[in-house]
């Protein structure tokens, strides 16, 4: 009996050990993604944060986050398959608007390496230039454009055929491009060692015609946006993006023309056409697009579920990826929502949103978001490439991206 007693006691002794060690166990840490934020990038006194979550949507992590600042995001939850990424970013105004803009990618490896960077601050300011251009017996459109950009004003007199342009000079810039459409006729003049309130008066006629220029074709459409830029050889100028048109027709039509100079490269042409219920949207980044399209038929895609929480849909033709987006507006609070998905296939769930950022912001409400849009890219680079290219913060890629956006609100 005496044996017994004390092999009961050890055993008990080895348990009470055994209860303890597993107190003791710290969960495993599976890494989710490291983020690198730049100096360059800038708050805006917003506030920022990385979401985590699993396939089944499930929330894994999240993490807020400031401008010049390294951090791993890691979860000792399970992770069976991959992960959606999130960047959260809240903006307040004075009058007590809010706004959240998020953006989404499903789909993802664990471990990624996320990079966010700002924009290069523009060159300062000098002073103004001034274009007059006469016997413009009508006008399509115009811009004025340095490779800063184009903010421009003007004003056309049918009395005098008289086109009056006004744009902004900056540091270190002396090339300007002038083009103007008499709706007949696309032309341009490059305008070289411009200093601060120079001014400049020609014809029309003496402007030059484009060296290249391509028709779109595409259903009867009365709204159409065209915008074309492009950029100048030397890659370390920095911003370089010359704004040659951007035209939005008034009347319905089936064609339209888009113009390219041989001084420029690496250009950006972005043609949206929209139609009840759907849109078309074409990017074609690089090179000069020759305008053979092969546009989508809406009925090979269908939105078979649109709530944000559980959001399906089923095509008969097959796409590179898609991206949805989802919203609302609440007036009382000054609350607005916009929140884009972008996935390559498949189900995306988001089901919940961490407790420490929907207690400070109560507005924020998966729950009012209301399905907008989704778009099928048929034509794209592939989706990870462009993952890969967005986490890296790197330019566009170059290449064709073609899609059909169908639009449910």
Excluded at 76 to 87: E, N, Q, R
Excluded at 322 to 349: C, E, I, M
Excluded at 358 to 383: D, G
């Amino acid at each position: 009996m005496k044996i017994k007693s004390i092999l009961a006691v050890a055993l008990l002794v080895i348990s009470f050990a055994c209860d303890d060690d597993n107190d003791n166990v710290i969960p495993e840490k599976t890494s989710l993604l490291t983020l690198t934020v730049d100096a360059s990038y800038l708050d805006d006194d917003s506030d920022d944060w990385i979401m985590v979550h699993g396939e089944d949507g499930a929330l894994l992590a999240s993490e807020s986050f400031q401008p010049d600042q390294q951090l791993e995001i890691v979860t000792d939850k399970p992770v069976p398959g991959k992960i959606m990424v999130t960047h959260l970013k809240y903006v307040s105004s004075n009058g007590g608007g809010k706004w959240y803009f998020a953006n989404s990618h499903s789909n993802i490896d664990k471990g990624k390496h996320m990079v966010l960077k700002g924009s290069s601050p523009p060159p300062a300011l000098t002073g103004k230039i001034n274009v007059s251009v006469s016997n413009v017996n009508f006008f399509d459109y115009f811009w004025l454009t340095s490779r800063v950009g184009a903010v421009v004003s003007g004003g056309w007199s049918s009395a005098t055929d008289i086109l009056e342009l006004q744009s902004y000079t900056y540091t270190g810039v002396s090339k300007y491009i002038v083009t103007v459409s008499d709706g007949f006729s696309l032309r341009y003049r490059v305008l070289d060692n411009v200093h601060a309130d120079d001014s400049y008066s020609f014809s029309f006629y003496d402007m030059d015609r484009f060296n290249q220029r391509v028709d779109f074709t595409f259903p009867q459409s009365s709204d159409v946006m065209l915008r074309v830029t492009g950029s100048e050889p030397d890659a370390t100028l920095t911003p370089n993006a010359y704004t040659l048109m951007t035209r939005y027709p008034l009347n319905t039509q089936t064609t339209i023309e888009a113009g390219y100079l041989n001084i420029l490269t690496n250009y950006r042409t972005v043609l949206n056409i929209g139609y009840p219920g759907y849109a078309y949207e074409f990017k074609n980044i690089g090179s000069i697009p020759d305008g053979n399209i092969a546009w989508p038929q809406k009925s090979d895609f269908n939105i078979t579920e649109n709530s944000f929480t559980n959001f399906s849909a089923t095509t008969s033709k097959s796409y590179v990826w898609r991206l949805s987006t989802w919203g609302y507006s609440d007036a009382p609070s000054k609350t607005s929502v916009t929140w884009n998905v972008s996935t390559s296939s498949g189900h995306q769930f988001i089901k919940e949103l961490p407790s420490e950022i929907t207690s400070i912001h109560p507005a924020l409400s998966l729950e009012n978001m209301k399905h907008s849009s989704t778009t099928f890219y048929t034509q794209s680079p592939t989706y990870e490439s462009l993952v890969n290219n967005k986490f890296e913060s790197g330019p566009e890629l170059a290449g064709v991206q073609l899609g059909i956006k169908i639009i449910t609100d």
